[in-house]
C-alpha cells in the first residue's frame, strides 16, 4: 500500500536521521537526491552545447544563447500545467512523467545532430525544460515539507550538492567528446573549401548522438525504479488548523506578498545562476583562452557552489539564519561581479568562478522563505517558482544580446541589480504579509 503522510505528519518523519529512513524501505532523501543529480546533468551540460553549437551551426553569441532561452522558458510556459498533472498524479508519479518527458526531448537530439538543424536542437532542449518543470515542480516542494521548515535551507542544500556534482561531471563528458580538437577546427575551418568544412561540421555534430542516446536509455530506467519505488506521498493541500484559519478568505495565490517577491527573486537568481555557469566557458574563449582549457571553467564554477552548499549544510540553522545566509551570498555576488566587470584574463574569469559561491545558499534559502505559510496553495506556490525559473531563458539571451553590442566582460554588469534585488527580498521582502491588523486596533 502506498504510504501517505502530511506536512504535519512529515515533521516527525524526518526529525532526525534514524527517523528519515522509513521502516524497511528506501531513505526518501536517498531517492530525491538521485533526482537532483539528473537535473544538475541535464541541466549544465548546456554549458558546453553553447560554445559546441556555436560552432557546428555557425552562429553569434545572441543566437548561441538561445539553448539557455529554449531548455529555461520552458519552466514558464509549462510551470502551471505541472502543476495541473501533479494534481492529478502525485508527487511521486509525476516525477515518473517529468523523467519520461526528459527522455522524449533528448531522443530529438538524434535526427537534430544528422542534420545539423539548430531549431531541432532547440525543440528538444524545449521538452526537456519541459519535463524538468514536472519534476522541480514536485520534488523542490517535497524536500522543502520533508521536514522541519526551519532545517529545510540544510536539505535543499544537501540537493544541491547532487546537482552541482552532477553540473561539475556532465560538461566534462561532454565536453571531452564535443569539444574534442574543437580549436583546431575554429582555426582552421576559415581556409577549408564549403564541401570541407561542411563535412568537417557534420562529423562534429554528429558527436553529440552517443551522449545522448545513454541519456535516454538511463533516464528511461530510473523512470521506471521512481514508479516502484517506496516514496512516500506527501500531501501539502492539508493544512494544521492555526494556518488554515489564518489563510481563511485566501482565494489566490497571488494573496501572498511574500511569495511574489520569492518569485521575483528566484527569477533574477536563476538568470545570473545560468550565466555565470553557461557564459563561462565562451566568456574564456573571448578572453583569449583556448576551449581545451576554458571547458573546465563551468565545473570550477560548480565547484564553488559545492563549496557554499557544505558550508549552508554545516551552519544553517545552527550559526545562521536562512535569511541572513542569503543576505551574505546576495553581497557577495555584488562584489563579486563588480571584480568580474572591472578585470579581465583569468582573473576575470575567476570573479566569475566565484559567483558560485555567492548562488550557492540562495535556492536553498529563497524556496523555504517564499513557500512558508501558504498551506494548501503550495503547490501553486511551487509552481510559480518553478516558472521563475525563466530567469535563465531571459537573462542570458539579454547577455549575449550584451556582449554582442559592447564586450562580453562589460555585459556581465547586468548581475549587480539583479544581486540588489535579492538582498531586498533576504533583508525585507520574506517578511511581508497580508492581514495586518489595522491602525489602532490591538
Request: glycine share 8%; with cysteine.
Amino acid at each position: 500500500m502506498q504510504e501517505k503522510i502530511t506536512s504535519q505528519d512529515a515533521v516527525l518523519e524526518i526529525s532526525s536521521p534514524e527517523e528519515a529512513k522509513l521502516p524497511g524501505k528506501i531513505n526518501p532523501i536517498i531517492i530525491i537526491g538521485s533526482l537532483f543529480f539528473v537535473f544538475g546533468f541535464i541541466t549544465w551540460l548546456n554549458s558546453v552545447l553553447i560554445p559546441y553549437l556555436k560552432i557546428a551551426c555557425e552562429l553569434n553569441n545572441f543566437e548561441s544563447y538561445l539553448v539557455a532561452f529554449a531548455f529555461y522558458i520552458s519552466y514558464l510556459v509549462m510551470a502551471i500545467p505541472s502543476a495541473w498533472i501533479l494534481r492529478v498524479t502525485g508527487f511521486k508519479n509525476g516525477m515518473s512523467v517529468g523523467l519520461l518527458i526528459i527522455a522524449a526531448g533528448a531522443l530529438l537530439f538524434i535526427p537534430a545532430a544528422i542534420s545539423r538543424t539548430y531549431i531541432l536542437f532547440l525543440l528538444g532542449l524545449f521538452i526537456q525544460g519541459t519535463g524538468l518543470a514536472v519534476l522541480q515542480t514536485a520534488s523542490n516542494p517535497y524536500i522543502t515539507i520533508l521536514g522541519p521548515i526551519e532545517s529545510a535551507a540544510k536539505r535543499i542544500s544537501i540537493m544541491g550538492i547532487c546537482n552541482k556534482v552532477a553540473g561539475m561531471i556532465a560538461p566534462l563528458v561532454l565536453g571531452a567528446v564535443t569539444l574534442k580538437d574543437a580549436d583546431v577546427l575554429v582555426r582552421t575551418i576559415s581556409t577549408m573549401t564549403l564541401e570541407q568544412k561542411e563535412l568537417q561540421l557534420d562529423i562534429l555534430a554528429s558527436k553529440v548522438i552517443l551522449p545522448y542516446v545513454i541519456i535516454i536509455i538511463t533516464l528511461a530506467l530510473l523512470a521506471v525504479l521512481i514508479y516502484f519505488s517506496s516514496l512516500p506521498q506527501v500531501d501539502s493541500d492539508k493544512e494544521d488548523p492555526a494556518l488554515a484559519e489564518q489563510n481563511t478568505g485566501k482565494t489566490s495565490v497571488l494573496q501572498f506578498p511574500h511569495l511574489v517577491w520569492g518569485v521575483l527573486a528566484l527569477f533574477l537568481y536563476v538568470g545570473v545562476e545560468v550565466m555565470a555557469g553557461d557564459t563561462i566557458i565562451s566568456y574564456g574563449a573571448s578572453q583569449g583562452i583556448s576551449l581545451a582549457t576554458a571547458k573546465f571553467f563551468t565545473s570550477a564554477t560548480l565547484a564553488a557552489m559545492i563549496i557554499g552548499y557544505i558550508a549552508g549544510i554545516a551552519c544553517i540553522p545552527k550559526y545562521i539564519s536562512q535569511e541572513n545566509a542569503l543576505k551574505v551570498c546576495a553581497a557577495l555576488g555584488i562584489l563579486f561581479s563588480l571584480g568580474a566587470v572591472m578585470t579581465d584574463g583569468y582573473v576575470s574569469v575567476l570573479f566569475i568562478a566565484l559567483l558560485g559561491l555567492a548562488n550557492s545558499l540562495m535556492w536553498p534559502a529563497i524556496w523555504p522563505l517564499a513557500i512558508a505559510d501558504l498551506g494548501r496553495f503550495t503547490k501553486m506556490g511551487a509552481s510559480l517558482l518553478i516558472m521563475a525559473i525563466a530567469g535563465g531563458a531571459l537573462l542570458p539571451l539579454l547577455y549575449g544580446f550584451l556582449a554582442d553590442q559592447f564586450s562580453p566582460g562589460s555585459a556581465y554588469a547586468i548581475m549587480i541589480p539583479c544581486y540588489m534585488v535579492i538582498f531586498y527580498f533576504a533583508a525585507s521582502g520574506h517578511k511581508i504579509r497580508t492581514g495586518k491588523k489595522a491602525p489602532g486596533t490591538h
